[in-house]
């Protein structure tokens, strides 16, 4: 079973900065690809952004310019850069993987919460 670990959540202030990182249990080269997705109270789980394994990279509208995906093979991370953090951005941030083993095979981390407010 792969299990997906995410850190870096936290409180901060409209304006500020966070990083995201989300480690899984396998080597992070058998997923094709990996992504952030968000929900906020009262809402659907929406994709914040992702990237392929051959770096290719995908942005929700409204974090382009603000939020940067990368990933580090040698640190087995996905990193989500958060900067110029908005009251809106508040939410729990999940970690997703995808792999193909025949059928796609998806994988969930279990959320990391990211509130912004004064």
């Known amino acids: 079973q792969v299990q997906l670990v995410e850190s870096g959540g936290g409180l901060v202030q409209p304006g500020g900065s966070l990083r995201l990182s989300c480690v899984p249990s396998?080597?992070?080269?058998?997923?094709?690809?990996v992504g952030w997705y968000r929900q906020a109270p009262g809402k659907p789980r929406e994709l914040v952004a992702d990237i392929t394994i051959g770096g290719s990279t995908n942005y929700a509208d409204s974090v382009k310019g603000r939020f940067t995906i990368s990933r580090d093979n040698a640190k087995n991370t996905v990193y989500l850069q958060m900067n110029k953090l908005k009251p809106e951005d508040t939410a729990v941030y999940y970690c997703?993987?995808?792999?193909?083993?025949?059928?796609?095979?998806?994988?969930w981390g279990q959320g990391t919460q990211v509130t912004v407010s004064s």
């Open positions: 997703n993987a995808k792999r193909r083993v025949g059928p796609i095979a998806e994988y």
């Open positions: 396998r080597g992070i080269s058998s997923f094709y690809n």
